[in-house]
């Protein structure tokens, strides 16, 4: 497939209120969109979702212009491809840095997309043309607020709550909460805010009915959780554990999980994500789409790959106006009683706002093929 030039534009954009997770607040985001473009007038476009502190994962804004610009980009320079799925195995040699790769990698499936005139998520093999959704909620001020905001969500049909909890804001608020919302679908996410040492404590969500508890215990451990995972009935999803499948496998036979949260950048792209898709299709884990604060066009990746048949959970992918006032595609990102109608449109689906796109640049760098 031909690629002539690719162009990292560097945004700056502002969340409408901040996200306090167990880790740090974000409310300013800068990060790379990614522009592959061929001789027609094909235009694809990625995202990067590493923030600009190593807070989430060890990558960076920073770290990814040294990566891509230093080795991503110079291997798709050097070498053809005929389709998206070889950009994975051509990036193979560099280690990790996978929201680099999958930044590049997006492109180039979105151009590859609109080449053969089908939308991404029909050259990903994915068939529903709506999807369900739920929302992440960040830690808030009160309980009150909590409260207040999710009432605001569920009164718009989000599908499922998640909230972020950490040592001091989760069992007491919960049960709050689960009193307010006895039949909605909760969960809470406590990005590796727990060691092992919590097990009474993270033994009292049981009683919760909580769907899930996202990575309760350090990012990189897989042994813990399948130790906590043994003795707690509330299900496990692992999120910052998992880098690839093979991390997916492992967690899997171990016992660490029992679902698995797919982000697209942390798992390196759009490749890799359908492999764990294919895996855990084939041995019975559900999976969900997780979400990074992106912007329309990775909320539009995130869209396209829910539409594979293992996505039996709702994603974090909530309509752009909840992060954005205005947002880099057009239309923005719509959810109606929680669901996403799935464009079909070529690509992504949805059109790129140049303007929007130049509003929010402090930095472009081209790079010819
Ligand atoms: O753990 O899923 C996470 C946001 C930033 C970093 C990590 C996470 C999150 C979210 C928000 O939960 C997801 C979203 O609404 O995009
Ligand atoms: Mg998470």
């Not at 990814?64 to 053809?80: A, C, G, Y």
């Not at 909605?184 to 040492?197: E, F, G, H, Q, R």
Request: aromatic residues 8%.
């Amino acid at each position: 497939m031909p690629i002539k030039q690719i162009k990292l534009h560097k945004l700056k954009m502002r969340l409408n209120d901040p996200f306090t997770t167990s880790f740090g607040t974000f409310q300013d985001k800068e990060f790379f969109v990614t522009e592959a473009v061929d001789d027609e007038g094909n235009r694809g476009f990625g995202e990067s979702v590493a923030f600009t502190s190593p807070w989430y994962s060890e990558e960076t804004v920073q770290t990814n212009l040294h990566v891509m610009e230093d080795f991503l980009i110079k291997t798709l320079q050097e070498n053809k491809i005929e389709h998206p799925d070889e950009v994975s195995e051509l990036f193979t040699p560099i280690k990790r840095n996978n929201m680099a790769k999958s930044a590049l990698e997006g492109a180039v499936w979105d151009l590859y997309a609109k080449q053969k005139n089908i939308s991404l998520a029909q050259a990903l093999g994915g068939k529903k043309t709506e999807i369900d959704v739920g929302i992440s909620i960040g830690i808030q001020p009160t309980v009150d607020d909590l409260l207040q905001t999710i009432d605001h969500y569920v009164q718009k049909g989000y599908k499922r709550i998640k909230i972020k909890i950490k040592p001091g804001w989760d069992i007491d608020v919960l049960r709050e909460v689960r009193n307010h919302f006895p039949d909605t679908p909760i969960m809470a996410d406590a990005n590796s805010a727990y060691t092992l040492k919590d097990i009474d404590h993270l033994k009292q969500l049981d009683d919760l009915n909580l769907t899930m508890i996202e990575q309760p215990l350090e990012h990189d451990d897989i042994v813990d959780h399948a130790k906590l995972q043994a003795v707690m009935k509330t299900p496990i999803c692992l999120d910052e554990s998992i880098h690839s499948l093979s991390d997916t496998r492992k967690a899997i036979q171990l016992g660490s999980c029992k679902i698995i949260n797919i982000k697209i950048g942390r798992v390196g792209g759009l490749t890799e994500a359908k492999r764990i898709h294919e895996y855990c299709k084939d041995n019975g884990i559900p999976v969900w789409c997780g979400g990074m604060l992106e912007a329309g066009i990775g909320r539009a990746h995130n869209i396209a790959l829910t539409t594979l048949p293992q996505f039996i959970l709702p994603g974090d992918t909530a309509g752009s106006s909840r992060y954005w006032e205005r947002d880099i595609i057009k239309p923005e990102v719509v959810v109606q009683d929680g669901v996403i109608n799935v464009p079909d449109k070529p690509g992504i689906g949805y059109d790129i706002d140049d303007e929007a796109l130049e509003k929010f640049a402090v930095d472009v760098k081209t790079f010819n093929f």
